[in-house]
Structure formats: C-alpha cells, structure tokens
C-alpha cells in the first residue's frame, strides 16, 4: 500500500492557568493509503489532539503532516479550509443540530458551501442510502437513536466526498450491538469508496475487528505500532499490555457467563 498520511515529529502544548500542558511530545506515524488505521490510547494519552491537529481544527507547535503528499501546517487558514474538505470527522457526541432534520443535518457542510440545490440533494440521497437513513431525512436528531444518530454524523462527514475519515471515540457512546453496526458501516465504506480510515479510540475489541494495523499513544508519543494480531499476541508497552490483558479478561468473564457462546 501506499503511503498517505505521514506525521513527524509532531507537537503541542497547551497553556493552562497552572502552566504550560505538552500534549504531544514528538508523535511520529504513517497511514497507507485506504487502510482502516487505529490509534489507542488512555484518556488524555493525546488522541482527540492529534486527530484535531490532522484535520487543521489545532495548529500543532511544531512537526509535520502530510496527506497524500500536501504539507497541512503550512497552509494558509484558506487554504486548510479547502484541505479540510478532503478530511471528514465523525465524532462521539454526534454533533447534530436538534432543530433540524436529518436531511438538513447530513447537507449542512454543502449548503454552508453555497452548491446548488440540485446537488446537495442528489448528495444527501446518495449518501443516507449509503449509511442506511433514507426513510429517516424527514426526522429530527431527537426521534433516532444512538446509532442512527451516528448515521447521520457518518453521513455528513461523507457528504463532501473526502479523502480520510477521522473517527475520534465515534462507538464510545454505544452500545455493543450497535458498536458492531457502526463498525461494519465504516469497513463496508471503506470497501466500496477506498477512504482512508482513522480510527481512534479506547476500545480494542473496535480496532481488533476492523484494523490491520495499529498504534499505542501514552503520553503523547506513539510507543508501539504494527500490525493488530502481533500487538494482541506480544504487546511490547505498558499501555498494550494493559489494554491487552484488560481485553482478554474480558472475553474470558464473557464466555464463562455464557454471553459469548
């Protein structure tokens, strides 16, 4: 595979009124192009940061990403508006707007675009197929539930056809069985559109079943990285071999208590 998001040497800290914050302390990572990538880490290990330094919403201190060969942090605030359009982000919390419908949510990041009428409705019908809302577009945010909700937060992240998709925790607020819809929604749109997926969060069982290849953030440093099977069966860090063991304590309580058979 080819090479499509390479991060070097990236940092950030925030000011705080107790003194300065490092939250990335020198992350380096690479992303090859169409893979579903996950990133995992404790809270406050940097996960949201970095995601947030990737789609130009946080200006890093110092380092460089590159997606698909563009330097982002040293484009312009226009130009990283125009980037900002290959790179969609799906969130934990959703981010709908409760007074509007379903369709009006998913066609928001058009319309703030000023495209044409026709355009955003042939959009927004592609996609809500797509994700499965058709027969929702005329609903509002407070009649769908978690994962249906999240739906349309997929939906408009996809609307303006982009490059990457970030998933920052976007299954943390779900429930199992719904976790596994939105999981297989994500692999089977990075099947049929070939987007590259990063997918960052605190759950392993997630990044065991829809990544090839993952990392380890602590402390703001990516502390292991490789392929999903080799850092299940041999973590190498602290923070793998707490997730690790955490993970397979988990599955065992689950098969003793008869949940998994």
Do not use: W
């Not at 698909?68 to 484009?75: C, D, F, I, K, P």
Request: include cysteine.
């Amino acid at each position: 595979m080819e090479e499509y998001i390479k991060i070097q040497d990236l940092t950030k800290t925030f000011q705080t009124k107790n003194g300065s914050l490092p939250v990335l302390r020198g992350v380096d990572l690479s992303v090859n192009q169409g893979e579903i990538f996950g990133i995992i880490g404790f809270s406050g290990a940097g996960k949201s940061t970095l995601a947030r330094c990737v789609n130009g919403l946080e200006k890093p201190d110092a380092g460089s990403i590159k997606v698909a060969g563009e330097e982002v942090t040293a484009l312009s605030k226009k130009q990283m508006r125009q980037e900002r359009r290959h790179i969609g982000m799906v969130f934990q919390n959703f981010n709908l707007f409760e007074a509007k419908t379903v369709y009006e949510n998913i066609a928001y990041p058009l319309r703030i675009r000023h495209e044409k009428r026709a355009i955003i409705d042939e959009k927004v019908k592609e996609v809500a197929q797509l994700v499965g809302l058709s027969d929702k577009l005329s609903s509002y945010p407070g009649g769908l539930s978690g994962g249906q909700k999240q739906r349309v937060g997929i939906a408009r992240a996809l609307i303006g056809e982009p490059d990457v998709l970030i998933s920052d925790e976007a299954t943390s607020a779900l429930d199992p069985q719904t976790t596994l819809q939105i999981l297989d929604l994500l692999r089977d749109i990075n099947e049929k559109k070939g987007i590259t997926i990063l997918m960052i969060t605190h759950e392993l069982d997630a990044i065991k079943y829809s990544c090839d290849r993952m990392a380890v953030l602590e402390d703001g440093k990516i502390i292991e990285e490789g392929p999903v099977v080799d850092i299940f069966q041999n973590p190498h860090s602290r923070t793998g071999e707490l997730f690790t063991k955490v993970f397979f304590r988990f599955q065992n309580d689950e098969f003793q208590s008869g949940a998994g058979i």
